[in-house]
């Protein structure tokens, strides 16, 4: 079951055409803060890169070795499971880039200001409900990881028996850390804070791979050995292909490049934003998410095979120092994703609001602490998200990722806002089509995991 709360999380090329002489590209406006004064701070291709990166590699991606173990505990699986993760990356950077293209033809500068202009002014209501339904999930499912990797941490640290306690932790990481964090104004503040969460990433990638390598979860190899004392499993490999676990695979993919959310705040903070800045952020922080999803699926599978738990570092031993440091780094990341997640819950619910920009300035610090303190206090109560995140999240992250940006360009150029060529609209619909599939069958998985059938 706590597999299916990473389903939820999974928290690198495009094809677009350049802008043709119908479909110029204009710059986009900068919102106005209260009291009509333009912002000036932007965001360089740098540091929207690494936000980009950063807001796509969360904790889910540690479960994508169980993933494939899901479908086979072959070491070969891990070739076109790879090959299908860089498939989809390149899907899913394809559909983030039309959200900033839909942006720049139709003149808007939200998700939501796209979809009202390309397709329905009634819905845009139902687009913010869906996107800030999951961004808020995602942030729950992120304090219930720093709750569960700081009591791992912490059990035999030698720290005072009441910080221990996950509810104390907790609260006090989230008015220490996490508030602070989502204070910030714009993607460019939370620039620092991506390295930091991508260097705990890359870190954990690195000894992923080098524990595959080095050969000391082997047979007989000297962590093997701990694994044993700890009572943990040992790694297995072989076993035939499982046709559920692959159904189970394809739909933790079908969310894990999930950023969506943010791709019209990624081209509104772009220091000069045109289509071709703008898409070097895409590529570069799509080809960075794809390097780290490889790595980490690869090796963590190659390692333990079928012995691959939900959060890889679980399989790892207590006595594997590399190890540890990883988990604390994972921590790290996590709450530096977390501001990038809860921007879009806050934008969402000032939207739904209907909440005035002048009101948004000053009703920023209170709503703040108090979405900080929801998440913060389901994170303290609910130790897994279960059936319930898995489920909406492969139905709202398949409708994020594929269906709505793919609907909002067909509709633009249906409408003459947005040149597409033959190839490009047989592309579009085919990704919407794949968007409703993918919804299908993530949340027939979740069903059949739920009934122990997976």
Known sequence: ???????????????????????????????????????????????????????????????????????????????????????????????????????????????????????????????????????????????????????????????????????????LFGAAVLFPLSMLRDLKSLAPASIIGLGGMLYTAGVTVLRALDGTYQKGGRLAAALVKEGKALPKFGGAFSPGGSLLFISMLATSYLAHYNAAAYY????????????????????????????????????????????????????????????????????????????????????????????????RTPATIAMVALTVLAGIKITDLGFVVAFGGAILGSAIIYVIPSQIALSACKKGKLALGGAEKLACRSINVMGYVLAVLGGTASVLSRMGKI
């Not at 980009?52 to 891990?78: D, E, R, Y």
């Open 1 to 171: 079951m706590r597999l299916l709360t990473f389903i939820a999380l999974a928290p690198a090329a495009n094809a677009l055409l350049k802008p043709t002489r119908r479909a110029p590209v204009p710059k986009l406006r900068v919102p106005a803060e209260a009291g009509g004064a333009a912002v000036a701070s932007k965001s360089s291709v740098t540091s929207s890169t690494l936000n980009l990166a950063k807001n796509i590699v969360g904790a889910g991606v540690l479960s994508l070795p169980a993933g494939i173990a899901a479908c086979s505990a072959s070491k070969k699986a891990a070739v076109p499971a790879c090959g299908l993760i860089a498939g989809l990356g390149l899907v899913s950077a394809y559909c983030f880039a039309l959200v900033g293209r839909a942006c720049a033809a139709t003149g808007t500068t939200t998700y939501r200001g796209a979809w009202e202009s390309a397709v329905d002014k009634d819905s845009g209501a139902l687009i913010t409900g869906i996107t800030t339904f999951k961004t808020l999930v995602g942030c729950i499912a992120y304090c219930i990881i720093i709750g569960d990797t700081a009591g791992s941490l912490l059990s035999g640290a030698a720290v005072p028996e009441l910080l221990k306690r996950r509810d104390v932790f907790l609260s």
């Open 268 to 363: 509104d903070e772009l220091e000069n934003p045109t289509l071709p800045r703008y898409n070097r952020v895409v590529y570069g922080g799509f080809a960075m998410a794809v390097g780290f999803f490889v790595a980490i699926a690869a090796a963590g599978h190659r390692t333990f095979g079928a012995a691959s738990q939900g959060l890889i570092l679980n399989s790892f031993a207590g006595a594997d120092k590399l190890a540890n440091a990883a988990r604390a780094l994972v921590g790290v990341a996590v709450a530096c994703t977390y501001p990038l997640l809860f921007k879009g819950v806050r934008d969402g619910y000032f939207d739904i609001a209907k909440v005035s920009p002048a009101n948004q300035e000053k009703q």
